[in-house]
């Protein structure tokens, strides 16, 4: 191999540049230049200097990072170098969340004191309720989680020291240990049912169920499939790199904003339906196709470009998204307990067509983790608006995760992008009068 070097030459002006290349852990897993070396090329001395344009950053590396692997190419998925096929059969959610936000997975020690502490702050204060109360009945639970982890920040105003790893660690178990509790108080709210309060003794997706689901019994006993499914649901969906909310989680923690209002930010980014508003689209679409004869009318539609197949496609995954092939499985299991979702022989049916289409097989879109977990989150009871916020519960150890790598990274800055500036040149101010005379005439 030649130099790690980059050698690009201006035709405007002739002249040569050397470019340094710099590698992640491999080549493979990732060759930059820097877009700031991109500067020095320039038509004259009172030249900005060369930029990179990028819209959508469909090419450009905002950070280095040590959180999350993808390579979209064959279908891979790790956190901190563990599969995530590994991770999803052995490990729980809260485990995998320790791991992406300390690098390592936990000893039992580590383990029972992160459990302990995430167990011991799900409480919220209760003028959180007050706030829940102004929401109207019919109000999305998105919409609620959005607004009250954005109102946490109110309740906790040393948040802001965010160069402290201290106090920086105590809004992580926060934020893990809440986010819970407030997208379970949104659901009662838009359901009319009185909150349901956390318990202790059951586990984070066991708790989550208990104050989703529980009426009148004293202990709520979660189903231990439905609970476990729930859990592999949140290990899969627990990080993903730069997407467009950690985008957003890092953009907006860049000014040094506190975690919660930065947090509110990447739920509001997830909320939309190319992201993780998609699975919420999902059903919608399923159910607007109604029945499996009507799939191929259906693709039809999709290949003239008149609707989009949801749950299909993704920026990075050219392969089948990895986490769609493990909750395939995961949906047998609590199909089991629930009864088939009559859902999935329509969905089953637009992959199977889908996938030997040359519109999709072209253009390489696969299923992603969208298009399979609502079938199961509604098998397992939960209305379609709260697939979005059952994503943002585990993403929050990613995001936060992705903000402290941001916080600890010297390269990094407030977040600005630049612009080519594309609008009219310097122009003088026309007054009202004038403009008015101009139009009359
Ligand atoms: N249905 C039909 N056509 C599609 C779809 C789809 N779901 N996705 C992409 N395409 C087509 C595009 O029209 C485009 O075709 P063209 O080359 O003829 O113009 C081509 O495939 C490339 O697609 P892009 O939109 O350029 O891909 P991009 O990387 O910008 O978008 C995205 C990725 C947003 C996920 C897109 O595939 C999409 O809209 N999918 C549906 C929504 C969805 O499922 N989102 C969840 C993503 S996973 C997540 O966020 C958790």
């Known amino acids: 191999m030649g130099k790690d070097t980059l050698t690009v030459t201006d035709n405007r002006t002739g002249k040569s540049y050397e470019i340094p290349i710099s590698y992640g852990t491999y080549p493979t897993y990732g060759a930059a230049i820097k877009a700031a070396d991109l500067k020095q090329i320039k038509v004259s001395d009172d030249d900005f200097g060369l930029m990179s344009y ?21 279908g891979i998925l790790r ?19 320790y791991l992406i936000l300390h690098g390592e997975l936990p000893t039992r020690s580590q383990l029972d004191a992160w459990m302990w502490e995430i167990t011991h702050h799900t409480m919220i204060h209760e003028s959180i309720k007050k706030f829940l109360d102004g929401f109207h009945y019919d109000a999305h639970p998105m919409g609620m989680l959005i607004g009250t982890v954005g109102a946490l920040s109110t309740f906790y105003p040393e948040a802001k020291d965010i160069h402290d790893p201290a106090v920086r660690r105590k809004q992580v178990i926060r934020l893990m240990a809440k986010m819970p509790t407030l997208a379970a108080f949104a659901y009662r709210h ?51 790199e730069q997407n467009c909310s950690t985008n957003a989680m890092r953009g907006i923690g860049s000014s040094h904003a506190d975690p919660y209002s930065a947090l509110a930010g990447a739920a509001a980014a997830l909320y939309g339906p190319l992201h993780g508003g998609a699975n919420e689209q999902v059903l919608r679409m399923l ?35 990895p986490r769609a092939q493990i909750i395939k499985q995961v949906a047998d299991e609590v199909f089991e307990v629930t009864g088939v979702n009559p859902l999935l022989e329509i969905a089953l049916e637009l992959e199977r067509i889908a996938l030997q289409d040359d519109y999709f097989v072209s253009r390489r879109l696969y299923p992603n983790v969208d298009f399979y977990s609502g079938i199961i ?46 609008g009219p040149d310097r122009r003088d101010y026309v007054p009202m009068a004038a403009r008015e005379a101009g139009k009359a005439a």
């Open 54 to 74: 990028d819209p959508s950053f469909g090419n450009t590396a905002s950070c280095r990072s040590t959180i999350t692997h993808i390579d979209g190419e064959r």
């Open 79 to 97: 956190y901190r170098g563990y599969p995530i096929e590994q991770l999803a059969e052995q490990s729980t959610y809260l485990e995998t969340g």
């Open 190 to 240: 838009s359901r009319g049912l009185p909150y349901a309060y956390p318990d202790n003794d059951l586990s984070y997706t066991g708790n989550l169920l208990n104050m989703l689901f529980k009426t009148t019994e004293l202990k709520y006993a979660p189903n231990p499939v439905l609970e476990r499914a729930l859990d592999v649901l949140f290990i899969l969906h627990a990080d993903h």
């Open 287 to 321: 159910n607007e196709i109604g029945s499996k004869d009507r799939v191929p009318a259906y693709i039809e539609r999709v290949k003239k470009g008149e609707v989009l197949l949801m749950g299909f496609g993704h920026r990075v995954y050219k392969n089948y998204d």
């Open 377 to 422: 989150y509604q098998a397992m009871g939960f209305p379609v608006e709260m697939f979005p916020v059952l994503f943002a519960i585990p993403r929050t150890s990613g995001w936060l995760a992705q903000w402290e790598e941001m916080l600890e990274d010297k390269e990094q800055r407030i977040s600005r992008p630049r612009q080519v500036y594309a």
